[in-house]
């Protein structure tokens, strides 16, 4: 409620009256008789009474009670929302992939990139990742959602992006893709286990290689190399400083300020021990040397044979049984 009357002393004797409207939206009408008036102090001088907002009215004005509630200004506090940093990084367009990839993560990640390119999807998402990879279904999921949004989306590695998380990151648009000069990268084929019965078994293997190809194809495409050398690439994890991730094509820049200072060593460039690991596994080299694995169908195929040796009975007929003398 703002209202504002202003006499003169020596001004005429003819009463005016004064409207004040209040926050409920009633008018009051007062006369200037009903406004206590300060002692005269000379002549020509005037004085003015101000009644600021949000204020108690004098108790001299005739006021009902019903026409005037009474508030006291309160101090400033910030709402609950506006605290938290989620909310405060979503309005500068920023989302922060910090934890395992899962299916809720993913709902959260995929409703933050939904909600920043409705609201302008012209200017850049800017998603920064830390994670250790986790779920192939929910990493897809938030692949597609970017693949999606108009806008473009500019990853940035920090800290670590292993497994899923480097497959987001690299899925960044091209140009807009970078590493912490002291992150790490690293990629490899997908994890996982099968049990129960045979057949269930097989659903999951097979459901397994079809990720795998299906990611080895996505990262063929991102980095331009072949996909049997993708293959051959993420056979074991391997690992990458953010130079190397640069030079393999999963990332455009490295974020750096000069300052040697700042950038952790780069580790030994010499290929790991030979291995050997079972007859019919044979690794030899680093991963760039040449693997002689058998493959699942040469492996159900030697099963079968050994099935159709072992059987000695297959094309013969039992001889009946004659009847027992009683």
Sequence with gaps: ????????????????????????????????????????????????????????LSSNWLVSDDDFSASTTS??????????????????????????????????????????????????????????????????GIYDAMKLCKADVSTVCVGLAASMGAF???????????????????????????????????IRIREMAYHKIKINKILS??????????DLDTDRDNFMNPWEAKEYGL????????KPGLVAPIADSSPPPRTRVWELWKIEGSRK????????HKFLEEAYKKVQGGDDDKGTEQENEAPAAV
């Design 168 to 202: 987001i990151l690299a899925s960044g648009t091209k140009g807009k893709r970078y590493c912490m000069p002291n992150s790490r990268v690293m990629i490899h084929q997908p994890l996982g286990t099968a049990g129960g019965k045979a057949t269930d078994m097989s």
């Design 221 to 230: 495409k991102i980095t331009g190399k072949s996909v049997d050398q993708i």
């Design 75 to 140: 101090p400033w506090l910030p709402r609950l929302e506006e605290l938290d940093t989620t909310n405060m990084l979503l309005r500068q367009r920023i989302i922060f992939l910090g934890s395992q990839v899962d299916d809720m993560t993913a709902d959260f990640i995929i409703s933050q990139l939904l909600f920043l390119d409705a609201d302008d999807p012209k200017k850049d998402i800017k998603l920064f990742i830390n994670s250790p990879g986790g779920s192939v279904t929910a990493g897809m």
């Design 1 to 56: 409620m703002e209202a504002c009357a202003a006499a003169t002393y020596g001004a005429a004797s003819t009463c005016t009256p004064l409207n004040f409207t209040f926050s409920h939206g009633r008018t009051k009408t007062l006369l200037h008789s009903q406004i206590p008036i300060p002692s005269k102090k000379g002549p020509g001088k005037s004085f003015s009474i101000v009644s600021a907002s949000r204020r108690t």
């Design 251 to 258: 990332v455009d820049e490295v974020i750096d300020d000069g």
């Design 289 to 296: 040397a040449k693997k002689n694995l058998p493959s699942e």
